[in-house]
């Protein structure tokens, strides 16, 4: 149980144009996700966390107008990275947490590269 | 702000042995701490929590404890195997109201057949 999809597994996209990475729970309610993003040999860096039916808290220096992320359901919540540039670049993650203090359950993460 | 602390340094020991890893923390205190693990090109699959009020924990071949007075957890395989490779995250939840979590940059374990 408890398995976390995350779709596309990698992208290449050019430098301008946006992405849409998408992040489903799929045999357990969500009402929070996390997305993350990892640079080569570093930690994961939280990026925001996204809830179901309202805006997500981004972190600080996070820029929400560049990584829209809507959760639409207890389900599904997807990151969009905007006007996409080569230092976007980088390994984006998605974790679900069901209720209480249950660990996080993560996607298989994409792998963007820009252009 | 949480800080942790584990060896980014590769650790290499043979099949067989108990390999041991180590994170430390600095501030408060937090109320569970949890282990991961990630291979290359993967998300994190959790391994073990622990919560603030137990000093281990065990899952088969792994054991967690969690000295909240040296603020520090340590990370047991014993006989390890070289399937056993990979890169092992602590995470601790840093509050807020959506149980959110930080983690360290991990230590990448190679079991040596």
């Known amino acids: 149980g408890a398995v976390v999809s995350q779709h596309p597994s990698w992208v290449i996209c050019k430098s301008g144009t946006s992405v849409k990475i998408e992040c489903r729970s799929l045999d357990f309610q969500a009402t929070t996700m996390f997305w993350y993003r990892q640079f080569p040999k570093q930690s994961l860096m939280l990026m925001a966390t996204?809830?179901?039916?309202?805006?997500?808290?981004?972190e600080q220096g996070v820029e929400k107008d560049k990584f829209l992320i809507n959760h639409a359901s207890l389900t599904l919540s997807t990151l969009t990275v905007t006007s996409a540039h080569p230092e976007d670049s980088s390994f984006y993650i998605c974790?679900?947490?069901?209720?209480?203090?249950?660990?996080?359950?993560f996607g298989n993460g994409t792998r963007l590269t820009v252009t | 702000s949480q800080k942790i602390e584990q060896n980014s340094e590769a650790l290499n020991i043979q099949e067989g042995k108990t390999a041991t890893l180590t994170c430390n923390y600095t501030n408060y205190s937090p109320a569970y701490l949890q282990w991961y693990r990630q291979d290359p090109g993967r998300g994190p699959v959790f391994l073990l929590l622990i919560r603030e009020n137990e000093k281990e924990k065990r899952k088969e071949r792994l054991k967690v404890t969690f000295d909240t007075t040296l603020k520090q957890s340590l990370f047991h395989i014993t006989a390890s195997q070289p399937a056993d490779s990979a890169t092992y995250l602590c995470a601790l939840d840093i509050g807020g109201g959506y149980q959110k979590v930080t983690f360290g940059i991990g230590t990448k374990l190679q079991v040596i057949p």
């Open positions: 996204s809830n179901e039916g309202s805006k997500a808290t981004y």
């Open positions: 974790s679900a947490r069901g209720r209480g203090n249950s660990p996080l359950h």
